[in-house]
């Protein structure tokens, strides 16, 4: 039963779509069936005349449905029970199924009808997953834009037997049953990652991209990066009066993966989506021109900056803002990219429950990493944290939370040789002690990998002055070596990367440029 308030919400999503759309349920034994059942005659009950509940079809060996338009073929299935996270993926499945809710631009859609088909997705989640929605809820855009193209949500919870045969460790994993259930994508992945994924696995016909895009007028400043500080240089460029331009794979940057912000100062508490969303209504609230979803190849520098996009979109900006932040850091051993999905993970909470009573390590004695060893903690048979240095980097309320579960340990000052596997999954990992070279093997099933991040840099070097970790070089106004190339936040040289630091960081990158331009005048 659907809560009153949550009822009255659909109510108002629903009663103005354009078309009707079905909920095809199949015939199923499984016990929860009625589960279902009740889920869908609740949904369709908030907009009788627009949204239909039907049980027909082949039938399931466990809950399913599919999501079409009266008359039409589906393009978008659920394999379960959409609950948790993915109650949304489920809204606006209907909702986008009827033509309503926020599209892709043209650009972006030129790009997905490019994709060659037929194109078959299966994405295997989890219910507790934050970050398994996000990806559910791209794919189903996509397969509503593309004529050829199908995807199915499946909860790996309610089919086990399929993710046992397929080795699945790990959630969002997307697979494609064309390709012998190769895998697509393993983990969070933003939009812009996806569909830059399936044209590498399924190719693409020439891209109209680039002439369907409108002319766009040189920016005064453009912003490369959606998290908090290209958000906060783009609403202090267009403060200034400048004409501004965002670029960004995905608005909201890592914060779309932050669970609890507690130390943002003047918000006691706040989610990460809750802030990303935020973050979006700031800058609308501006001229800023927002291109998400976007992938920047290449930028050329010159009086005026060239920045050229994945699929062929050509931008010019007399000033650019790199704030690009950055990535979860990999060991770069043996071992880890083959086991990735099946063993080796990034995310405690959305994969931790594949290794309810097993064993696990957690790579990493910061912050991150004792936190992930807490939260595995409740869920696994046994956590051992091995840490690089000779003690631990997290908070000392961290160490001394860990150091009171019964079924955790540590090993400090060794560093990580390689991951071992059978081929099909992680079966071990190969440590090294740094005071004595001795080596030693820990046998686990999962390992989940907390060292921290690497700086998204890629697309500005050669252009402009880079540390050894990669980081861009800036001085205290956020200009680089490069005139007209300024950076902010954490892809930067700044330390400590905060959010709180990282929008100061793009307020000042985008006062830099005012300043500069105010004085070549």
Same mark, same amino acid.
């Given at each position: 039963?659907?809560?009153?308030?949550?009822?009255?919400?659909?109510?108002?999503?629903?009663?103005?779509?354009?078309?009707?759309?079905?909920?095809?349920?199949?015939?199923?034994?499984?016990?929860?069936?009625?589960?279902?059942?009740?889920?869908?005659?609740?949904?369709?009950?908030?907009?009788?005349?627009?949204?239909?509940?039907?049980?027909?079809?082949?039938?399931?060996?466990?809950?399913?449905?599919?999501?079409?338009?009266?008359?039409?073929?589906?393009?978008?299935?659920?394999?379960?029970?959409?609950?948790?996270?993915?109650?949304?993926?489920?809204?606006?499945?209907?909702?986008?199924?009827?033509?309503?809710?926020?599209?892709?631009?043209?650009?972006?859609?030129?790009?997905?009808?490019?994709?060659?088909?037929?194109?078959?997705?299966?994405?295997?989640?989890?219910?507790?997953?934050?970050?398994?929605?996000?990806?559910?809820?791209?794919?189903?855009?996509?397969?509503?834009?593309?004529?050829?193209?199908?995807?199915?949500?499946?909860?790996?919870?309610?089919?086990?037997?399929?993710?046992?045969?397929?080795?699945?460790?790990?959630?969002?994993? @997307?697979?494609?049953?064309?390709?012998?259930?190769?895998?697509?994508?393993?983990?969070?992945?933003?939009?812009?990652?996806?569909?830059?994924?399936?044209?590498?696995?399924?190719?693409?016909?020439?891209?109209?991209?680039?002439?369907?895009?409108?002319?766009?007028?040189?920016?005064?400043?453009?912003?490369? %990066?959606?998290?908090?500080?290209?958000?906060?240089?783009?609403?202090?460029?267009?403060?200034?009066?400048?004409?501004?331009?965002?670029?960004?794979?995905?608005?909201? %940057?890592?914060?779309?993966?932050?669970?609890?912000?507690?130390?943002?100062?003047?918000?006691?508490?706040?989610? %990460?989506?809750?802030?990303?969303?935020?973050?979006?209504?700031?800058?609308?609230?501006?001229?800023?021109?927002?291109?998400?979803?976007?992938? @920047?190849?290449?930028?050329?520098?010159?009086?005026?900056?060239?920045?050229?996009?994945?699929?062929?979109?050509?931008?010019?900006?007399?000033?650019?803002?790199?704030?690009?932040?950055?990535?979860?850091?990999?060991?770069?051993?043996?071992?880890?990219?083959?086991?990735?999905?099946?063993? @080796?993970?990034?995310?405690?909470?959305?994969?931790?429950?594949?290794?309810?009573?097993?064993?696990?390590?957690?790579? %990493?004695?910061?912050?991150?990493?004792?936190?992930?060893?807490?939260?595995?903690?409740?869920?696994?048979?046994?956590?051992?944290?091995?840490?690089?240095?000779?003690?631990?980097?997290?908070?000392?309320?961290?160490?001394?939370?860990?150091?009171?579960?019964?079924?955790?340990?540590?090993?400090?000052?060794?560093?990580?040789?390689?991951?071992?596997?059978?081929?099909?999954?992680?079966?071990?990992?190969?440590?090294?002690?740094?005071?004595?070279?001795?080596?030693?093997?820990?046998?686990?099933?999962?390992?989940?990998?907390?060292?921290?991040?690497?700086?998204?840099?890629?697309?500005?070097?050669?252009?402009?002055?880079?540390?050894?970790?990669?980081?861009?070089?800036?001085?205290?106004?956020?200009?680089?070596?490069?005139?007209?190339?300024?950076?902010?936040?954490?892809?930067?040289?700044?330390?400590?990367?905060?959010?709180?630091?990282?929008?100061?960081?793009?307020?000042?990158?985008?006062?830099?440029?005012?300043?500069?331009?105010?004085?070549?005048?």
């Amino acid at each position: 039963m659907l809560e009153p308030s949550l009822s009255a919400q659909l109510q108002q999503i629903y009663r103005d779509l354009p078309v009707t759309v079905v909920l095809r349920q199949r015939p199923s034994d499984h016990p929860k069936h009625a589960e279902l059942t009740t889920m869908l005659e609740d949904v369709a009950a908030t907009a009788p005349e627009k949204v239909l509940h039907r049980v027909e079809g082949e039938p399931s060996p466990i809950p399913a449905f599919e999501v079409a338009a009266e008359g039409k073929p589906a393009a978008i299935l659920f394999k379960g029970i959409p609950g948790g996270h993915e109650f949304t993926s489920l809204v606006l499945a209907i909702l986008n199924t009827a033509g309503g809710g926020k599209r892709p631009d043209e650009g972006i859609q030129a790009r997905i009808r490019s994709l060659k088909g037929p194109i078959r997705l299966r994405t295997f989640v989890s219910l507790s997953c934050h970050n398994c929605p996000e990806v559910v809820q791209a794919l189903n855009l996509m397969a509503l834009t593309h004529a050829d193209f199908v995807h199915e949500m499946v909860d790996g919870g309610l089919a086990e037997g399929e993710v046992e045969k397929l080795g699945i460790q790990g959630v969002p994993t @997307v697979i494609s049953p064309v390709h012998e259930n190769a895998q697509v994508s393993v983990g969070r992945a933003s939009f812009a990652e996806l569909l830059d994924a399936l044209e590498e696995r399924f190719g693409s016909e020439p891209s109209s991209a680039a002439s369907t895009a409108p002319e766009r007028d040189p920016y005064d400043v453009l912003v490369v %990066g959606g998290g908090p500080a290209g958000a906060s240089a783009a609403i202090y460029s267009a403060r200034k009066g400048l004409r501004t331009g965002l670029v960004a794979k995905e608005i909201g %940057g890592q914060l779309t993966q932050t669970v609890g912000i507690e130390n943002l100062i003047g918000t006691v508490r706040t989610e %990460g989506k809750k802030l990303t969303a935020d973050l979006l209504a700031h800058l609308k609230s501006y001229p800023v021109e927002v291109l998400d979803n976007r992938r @920047v190849e290449t930028i050329e520098n010159g009086e005026m900056k060239t920045v050229r996009l994945a699929g062929g979109e050509t931008i010019r900006t007399k000033a650019l803002v790199v704030a690009t932040g950055a990535q979860w850091r990999e060991l770069n051993v043996p071992g880890e990219k083959q086991y990735i999905g099946r063993g @080796v993970a990034f995310c405690p909470h959305c994969d931790g429950p594949f290794y309810k009573d097993r064993d696990v390590v957690v790579i %990493g004695g910061g912050n991150s990493g004792i936190e992930a060893a807490i939260d595995l903690a409740g869920i696994c048979a046994n956590v051992t944290v091995i840490e690089f240095m000779a003690e631990l980097k997290a908070d000392r309320v961290l160490v001394d939370n860990l150091k009171k579960l019964p079924n955790t340990r540590v090993i400090v000052n060794h560093r990580t040789a390689e991951i071992l596997g059978d081929g099909a999954k992680v079966t071990g990992i190969k440590v090294v002690d740094r005071a004595n070279d001795e080596e030693r093997t820990i046998a686990t099933d999962g390992i989940f990998i907390q060292i921290g991040l690497a700086p998204n840099s890629a697309i500005v070097r050669g252009l402009v002055d880079v540390n050894r970790f990669g980081e861009i070089v800036v001085d205290e106004k956020c200009r680089t070596s490069t005139k007209g190339i300024y950076a902010a936040g954490d892809v930067t040289t700044v330390p400590w990367k905060q959010i709180v630091i990282s929008m100061g960081e793009g307020a000042k990158a985008a006062l830099a440029a005012f300043e500069d331009k105010i004085h070549s005048a």
